[in-house]
C-alpha cells in the first residue's frame, strides 16, 4: 500500500478573532473547523457559541465550494423544472374539472391522496438522507463512495416496495387494520379502506413503485447538483401526462384513465433516470464504505417528519372533514383551495426543494458553522423574495383569481384560497422550509420531526374545534392545517436560534412585508371599486392590477433596502454575476447605522 498523499492544513487557535477567518481563508486557502462547545453532550443544544478546534484538508473545503457554485445553476434548473410542473399540474386539475363531475373529481382527490399518503409511508426518509449525505460523502471520499451508497439505498428502497406491492395487492385490509391500531394513522387506516381505493388498486400500485424509485435518483442528481437531467427528464414526463390525460377524457376513461396515465409516465421516467445515471451509479473502486446507521437515523426521523408534512397534515384535515359528515364536493373545495395556495406558495421557490438542502449540506463540510448560518439566513431571504410577494397578491385577489380559473360551480374556492394563502403567507416569512433540512444537517433531525407531529396535534386539535364545534367546514379544516404549519416553523426557529451564529433576519422581514402591504393597496382599493364578472375582463384585470403591484413592489425595496452588504458577500462566492443586479436593493453601512 501506497503512502497517503499529504495534504496542506493549517491550525488556528481557538482564542483567534472570527473576523480574522475570512481573511486566513482567502490567504491559505484552508477552512477551519467550527465545531461546538466542549461542554455540549450528544443530542443536546450548545450553550455557548461554536468555537475553532482544528482544520480540513484543503481539497475537501475546495469541493465544497464548487458545490455551492453550482447552487444556483442548480436552483434555476430545479425552479425551472418546478415552475413546469405546478403549471402542468394546475393545467390538469383544469382538465380534470372540466372533463369530470363534482363528485367524481372528489373521488380522484381521495385516491391520489392515498397514494401521497402511502408513498409517504414507504419513504422512510431515503431522499433526505441522499441530498443531505451525498455532498459530504463525494467531496470527502469520490464519485465510488457516493455510487456504492446510493446502490446500497436503492436495494432497500427496493426491497420496501416489493413488500409494499404485495400488501396493496394482496393484504390493504390488513394493513389498514394495522394503521387502525396508530392513533396518528387511523385517518389513513379509514382511506386504505375506501371503496374509491379499492377500484384503482393496480395502477396506483405501479405508480407508487415506479415513482418512489425515480424520487430516490431525483434526490441523488440533487445531492451532485445535477438538476439538468432532473429538468429534461421530468419535463417530457409531465408534458406526456397532460396530452395523455386529456386524450383519455375525452375518450370517456374518466377516473381509471387518469390514474393509469399517472403510473405508466411514471415507469418511462424512472427508467430514463436509470439509463442516464447507469455511469455514475456502477462506479467502483471505492475505498470508503459510508456507515447506514446515521444515514438511516437521519432518514427515519425525516420520515416521520415528512409523514407529517407531505401526507397526514392534509390526510387528517379530509378525515376530520369526513367523519363530521361534510359532504364530498366540499372535500373538493377543500383540495382546490389546498393545492392552489400550496402552488402560488412554492411557484418561484420550488427549485430550492431538495436543492437548498444539498447547499446547507456542502456549507457545512467541516462542521463549519459560520458559514452554514450565512447560507441558512441567506437562503431565507432569497426565499422569502421570490414567494412573498405572489402570496400578497393572491391574498387580496383569491376570489377573482377562483372566479377567472374555475367553472362557476367551484365559486367557493376564492374564499378558501384567501384562507390557506393567509397561513402559507406566514410559514413562508418564518423560514420553515430552510429550518428543517439545517436542523438535519447539524444532527439534529429528531427536533424537526419534534416540531412536525407537534404541529399534526395542533391540527387535530384545531379541526375538532374549528370543524366539529363551529361548524366551519372547508374552511376550519384549512385553518387547522394552517395554524399547524406556523406552530411546526416556529419551533423549528426557536430550536436553531442558539446553534447558529448568525440569527433570524427579522429587520429584513419586516422591510420586506411593509414594501408588500403598501404595494397592494392600489389592488385593494381596485377590488373595492369595481370587480368585472366576464372571465376574459376578469383574467385582463388581473393582469393590469399584478403588473402594477410588481412595479409598486420593485419601487418600494429600491427605496427600503431590505439586503444587506453581508449577503451580497454569501452571493458572491457562489455566482458573482447577480451581485450588481441585486446592489440597488441592498443597504451601505451608512444607511444601516441611519
Not at 472570527?18 to 443536546?44: D, K, L
Not at 416540531?451 to 366551519?472: A, E, H, P
Not at 429600491?558 to 462566492?573: F, M
Request: with cysteine; net charge positive; charged share 10%.
Amino acid at each position: 500500500m501506497g503512502k497517503e498523499p499529504f495534504r496542506p492544513l493549517r491550525l488556528l487557535r481557538a482564542d483567534q478573532s472570527r473576523e480574522t477567518q475570512p481573511r486566513q481563508q482567502a490567504i491559505t486557502g484552508v477552512q477551519p473547523i467550527i465545531a461546538p462547545a466542549v461542554n455540549e453532550t450528544p443530542g443536546s443544544i450548545p450553550t455557548t457559541e461554536p468555537h475553532i478546534t482544528t482544520a480540513i484538508p484543503l481539497e475537501n473545503d475546495t469541493e465544497a465550494t464548487n458545490l455551492l457554485k453550482k447552487t444556483p445553476k442548480s436552483y434555476l434548473f430545479n425552479q425551472a423544472y418546478g415552475l413546469w410542473v405546478y403549471i402542468s399540474m394546475f393545467v390538469l386539475v383544469l382538465i380534470l374539472t372540466h372533463g369530470l363531475s363534482d363528485q367524481q373529481y372528489g373521488a380522484y382527490a381521495v385516491a391520489v391522496t392515498a397514494y401521497n399518503t402511502i408513498l409517504y409511508i414507504i419513504a422512510f426518509g431515503f431522499e433526505d438522507a441522499t441530498y443531505t449525505f451525498i455532498p459530504r460523502v463525494f467531496a470527502d471520499h469520490g464519485k465510488a463512495a457516493a455510487a456504492h451508497l446510493i446502490r446500497r439505498l436503492l436495494l432497500l428502497r427496493v426491497g420496501v416496495l416489493v413488500l409494499t406491492a404485495l400488501i396493496m395487492l394482496f393484504g390493504l385490509h390488513l394493513l389498514a387494520d394495522l394503521f387502525a391500531t396508530i392513533p396518528p394513522l387511523q385517518g389513513a387506516a379509514r382511506d386504505l379502506k375506501n371503496p374509491e381505493l379499492e377500484a384503482h388498486l393496480l395502477p396506483i400500485t405501479i405508480y407508487v413503485i415506479s415513482s418512489s424509485v425515480a424520487s430516490l435518483l431525483t434526490a441523488l442528481c440533487t445531492g451532485l447538483m445535477r438538476m439538468r437531467l432532473v429538468f429534461f427528464i421530468g419535463s417530457l414526463t409531465q408534458a406526456a401526462i397532460l396530452a395523455s390525460g386529456y386524450i383519455v377524457l375525452q375518450l370517456g376513461w374518466a377516473v381509471e384513465g387518469v390514474l393509469w396515465i399517472l403510473a405508466l409516465t411514471s415507469v418511462t421516467q424512472m427508467m430514463a433516470f436509470f439509463l442516464f445515471l447507469a455511469p455514475f451509479l456502477f462506479s467502483r473502486g471505492a475505498q470508503y464504505h459510508q456507515p447506514l446507521l446515521p444515514l438511516l437515523k437521519l432518514g427515519f426521523n425525516a420520515w416521520l417528519t415528512n409523514l407529517v408534512s407531505g401526507a397526514l397534515l392534509k390526510q387528517v384535515a379530509i378525515t376530520l372533514l369526513s367523519v363530521y359528515a361534510v359532504s364530498l364536493t366540499e372535500i373538493g373545495y377543500f383540495n382546490l383551495a389546498f393545492q392552489l395556495a400550496d402552488a402560488a406558495n412554492l411557484l418561484l421557490v420550488s427549485g430550492f426543494g431538495g436543492v437548498a438542502g444539498a447547499a446547507l449540506a456542502a456549507a457545512f463540510i467541516g462542521q463549519n458553522y459560520q458559514r452554514l448560518s450565512r447560507t441558512w439566513q441567506t437562503l431565507i431571504k432569497i426565499e422569502t423574495l421570490l414567494a412573498a410577494p405572489g402570496l400578497v397578491f393572491c391574498l387580496f385577489n383569491a376570489p377573482s383569481i377562483a372566479h377567472a380559473l374555475y367553472p362557476d360551480s367551484f365559486g367557493p374556492v376564492g374564499g378558501l384560497l384567501a384562507v390557506f394563502v393567509f397561513f402559507n403567507l406566514i410559514m413562508r416569512v418564518l423560514g420553515t422550509y430552510i429550518h428543517q433540512p439545517t436542523l438535519y444537517v447539524v444532527n439534529r433531525s429528531s427536533l424537526a420531526m419534534i416540531s412536525q407531529w407537534v404541529g399534526l396535534g395542533v391540527v387535530i386539535l384545531t379541526g375538532v374545534l374549528c370543524i366539529g364545534y363551529f361548524k366551519l367546514g372547508a374552511a376550519g379544516a384549512l385553518i387547522a392545517d394552517g395554524m399547524g404549519r406556523i406552530v411546526t416553523g416556529s419551533l423549528m426557529l426557536l430550536f436553531l436560534w442558539r446553534k447558529l451564529p448568525q440569527k433570524y433576519p427579522v429587520g429584513f422581514t419586516l422591510r420586506f412585508l411593509l414594501a408588500l402591504a403598501l404595494a397592494a393597496i392600489p389592488s385593494i382599493l381596485w377590488v373595492i371599486l369595481w370587480q368585472p364578472t366576464d372571465r376574459f375582463l376578469l383574467l385582463g384585470y388581473l393582469a393590469a392590477t399584478g403588473s402594477i403591484f410588481i412595479l409598486l413592489c420593485a419601487g418600494l425595496l429600491l427605496w427600503l433596502k431590505p439586503l444587506e452588504k453581508a449577503d451580497l458577500e454569501t452571493i458572491q462566492s457562489a455566482k458573482p454575476a447577480l451581485v450588481r443586479y441585486l446592489r440597488p436593493f441592498t443597504r451601505t453601512t451608512q444607511e444601516k447605522q441611519a
